[in-house]
């Protein structure tokens, strides 16, 4: 009999985080009050990330820094990288790159970091050139030369925008905890990764990364903004749980180690399925030091 309230119990909180989930939608008296949320609801909702527990330096058994790049192009990267035409669309939906260009602008994200080793902050100046493009038409010219003013449909604005990010470089830390006995995963920091502004028609260039955030801080950012759940729309997954869940498919291009940390094309040159089997080799090293943990 007790098990049976613990199970009606559980379904009733779970239908309680789903109607939660989305917002006012079905109370909506106007389309301005759909994705709005009552004051009960908010005080009900209790909605944060779920806090990192703090690990004692000593209780690391073993450690490595892994950087892996996430292909937009795969179909399992799909929920970083649309939607990339915010026209049509809610605003409650946005990719990560939007959402992470909107609070770098505001200076909700106060530092972005030139590597992935957090040493140097940048601020957006640093990097507008990176992003935005201010080119002159040769008519525009032409008026120049004559020393008349230029007009405004001779001068070329190019930006990049969610369209045109490529992949994001993820840096993670892979950790065995003592304690608990089990291999654990940290996401430390991402990048996209873009083409060069003055040749984004050009698809033979390669891409450069824009800055590095360092994601511990901004969880609380990426936690309120969503991504498509395709399975469930009325669940939908908050960037932080999807980034901390490993919900992404990424291919290792680095590991920390006694070549000053060198890339993987560093010593596997112009042959791409080496690469991508010397990635595999890695990940299956560090799932099997936690397999070892357990033979004798």
């Known amino acids: 009999m007790k098990l049976k309230n613990v199970l009606i119990l559980a379904v009733v909180v779970l239908i309680t985080s789903q109607a939660f989930a989305?917002?006012?939608?079905?109370n909506a008296k106007s389309p301005e009050e759909m994705f709005e949320t009552t004051d009960g609801q908010k005080a009900n909702d209790n909605d944060n990330p779920l806090p990192y527990g703090y690990v004692e330096k000593r209780d690391?058994?073993?450690a490595k820094n892994t950087w892996e790049t996430v292909d937009l192009d795969e179909r399992v990267n799909f929920p970083l990288y649309y939607?990339?035409?915010?026209?049509?669309i809610g605003s409650d939906r946005r990719s990560l790159f939007d959402v992470i260009m909107k609070n770098v602008k505001d200076g909700t994200i106060d530092a972005i970091y030139n590597d992935s080793y957090f040493t140097e902050k940048i601020t957006l100046d640093d990097i507008r050139a990176s992003v935005e493009r201010v080119d002159?038409?040769?008519a525009g010219y032409s008026q120049y030369n004559a020393g008349e003013p230029i007009s405004d449909y001779n001068i070329e604005r190019r930006s990049i925008t969610a369209y045109d990010v490529q992949a994001y470089n993820i840096r993670g830390y892979?950790?065995?905890?003592?304690?608990?006995?089990?291999?654990k995963y940290r996401l430390l920091g991402f990048a996209p990764v873009v083409p060069d502004v003055n040749f984004l028609d050009d698809p033979t260039q390669p891409g450069i990364e824009l800055f590095w955030v360092w994601f511990p801080g901004v969880r609380d950012i990426l936690h309120e903004a969503k991504a498509f759940n395709r399975k469930n729309t009325s669940m939908p997954i908050s960037f932080d749980h999807l980034l901390n869940s490993r919900r992404f498919s990424g291919i290792v291009y680095k590991e920390d180690?006694?070549?000053?940390?060198?890339q993987v094309k560093d010593y596997i040159n112009n042959n791409a399925m080496m690469q991508l089997l010397e990635s595999n080799r890695i990940k299956e090293q560090i799932r099997d030091i936690e397999q070892d943990l357990w033979n004798y």
């Open 60 to 62: 690391v058994l073993w």
């Open 257 to 262: 180690n006694v070549q000053g940390d060198r």
């Open 174 to 183: 892979w950790y065995i905890d003592k304690r608990q006995g089990e291999l």
């Open 136 to 138: 002159t038409t040769d």
């Open 83 to 88: 939607p990339i035409d915010t026209m049509n």
């Open 22 to 26: 989305q917002g006012n939608i079905l």
